[in-house]
C-alpha cells in the first residue's frame, strides 16, 4: 500500500444512485491539470448502474479505487472515504457534481504560497441542464473564522480541501446523526482549530436537479438549528456571541417553519415558528405563525 502523505490529494466522492451524473463527476477528476490525485469512491449500496459504472472506470484508471458498501448515508460513506485516504490533504467531490480542470492545480499553487494554510475553500458555479449560471463566491476576499460560518453557510463539500491531519483528535467526523447538515458542522468545529483561507476562484460546478439531498425542507432546517444551537453550546462555547447565536437560531427555526408550511405541514410550521420565536421575537416568526394557527382551526 501506498504509505500516506506519499500522494498529495485524496479525493473523497461518496455515489448513491447517480449513475445519470456519476461519469461526468470522475472525468472531471481525470480531467485534472494536477495529476497528483486518488480517487476514493465509496458506493453507498446505489441500486441503479452507479456501482457497475465505478468499476469500469476503476478498471482504466488505477488511481480511481471503488468500495462497495451497505447504504448507509452520505456522511458514513465520506467517513469511509477518509479512513482509506493515503493522500496529506482530502478534497470532496458529490457524485452529482464536477470539478473545473485546474482545481486541484488551483489549490497546490494556493498549498506552496501558503505553507501554513490548512483548510482552503473556493466556491461554485451552478448548472441547469446544459446551462451554467455564475455565481459570486462569499468571503473570497480574507480568511474566515468561526463567527462568519455560524453566520452563514458559505463552503459546500466539493470546494474544500482541508489537511487530513486536521482531523487529528476528533472523535466524528462527518456526524451521521446530522444529515444533511453535518458538512457544515464538521467545517464549524475545523474552523476552532484553524483560519478558514479562500481560494479567491470557483473550482467547480454544482448541479441542480430535482433529486439534490442538500435542499431546503421543513426537517432539513429544523436538523440544521438544532445542530448550530448544540454546537455554540458544546465545540463553540464561548468562541461566539450570544446575541448573535441567537439570532441565527431563530432565523433557522423560523425557515424551517416556513418550509414546512410550504409543504402543508401546520403542525410542524407551529413548533418551528415556537421555538424560534422563544430565541428572538420577530414579526415575521409572529405573522407566520398567527397565520398557520388560523389555517389549522379552518381546517377543523
Known amino acids: 500500500m501506498t504509505p500516506i502523505d506519499t500522494i498529495r490529494f485524496s479525493i ?3 455515489v448513491f444512485n447517480h449513475g445519470g451524473f456519476v461519469s461526468s463527476a470522475i472525468q472531471s477528476v481525470l480531467a485534472q491539470t494536477c495529476a497528483d490525485w486518488e480517487l476514493i469512491a465509496v458506493d453507498d449500496g446505489s441500486s ?3 456501482g457497475e459504472i465505478l468499476d469500469a472506470a476503476a478498471v482504466a484508471e488505477p488511481r480511481l479505487r471503488v468500495i ?10 465520506r467517513n469511509r472515504g477518509i479512513a482509506e485516504a493515503r493522500g496529506a490533504w482530502l478534497a470532496f467531490l458529490d457524485s452529482d457534481d464536477t470539478l473545473y480542470p485546474h482545481a486541484l492545480e ?7 504560497a501558503h505553507p501554513a494554510a490548512r483548510f482552503i475553500y473556493g466556491f461554485r458555479h451552478r448548472l441547469l441542464g446544459d446551462e451554467v449560471r455564475r455565481t459570486v463566491g462569499e468571503h473570497q476576499d480574507h480568511p474566515t473564522g468561526t463567527a462568519e460560518l455560524f453566520e452563514r453557510v458559505y463552503i459546500g463539500s466539493s470546494s474544500v480541501c482541508f489537511r487530513r491531519d486536521s482531523l487529528d483528535g476528533m472523535d466524528v467526523w462527518f456526524d451521521p446523526a446530522l444529515p444533511p447538515a453535518e458538512d457544515y458542522e464538521l467545517f464549524l468545529r475545523l474552523s476552532l482549530k484553524t483560519p478558514l483561507e479562500p481560494l479567491g476562484e470557483a473550482v467547480g460546478l454544482r448541479r441542480r436537479h430535482g433529486g439534490n439531498i442538500s435542499r431546503q425542507t421543513g426537517r ?10 448544540r454546537f455554540a453550546q458544546g465545540p463553540g462555547a464561548g468562541r461566539l456571541d450570544p446575541s448573535m447565536v441567537a439570532l441565527r437560531v431563530a432565523r433557522v427555526f423560523c425557515s424551517a417553519g416556513r418550509e414546512h408550511f410550504r409543504a402543508g405541514n401546520l403542525g410542524p410550521a407551529i413548533e418551528s415558528l415556537d421555538e424560534s420565536l422563544a430565541r428572538r421575537w420577530s414579526m415575521r416568526a409572529w405573522a407566520m405563525r398567527a397565520w398557520c394557527r388560523a389555517m389549522r382551526t379552518i381546517k377543523g
Open 12 to 14: 473523497v466522492m461518496p
Open 48 to 50: 441503479d448502474d452507479s
Open 68 to 77: 462497495h458498501q451497505a447504504n448507509a448515508g452520505p456522511a458514513q460513506a
Open 106 to 112: 488551483s489549490y497546490a499553487r494556493y498549498i506552496d
Open 220 to 229: 432539513s432546517r429544523l436538523n440544521e438549528a438544532r445542530m448550530l444551537e
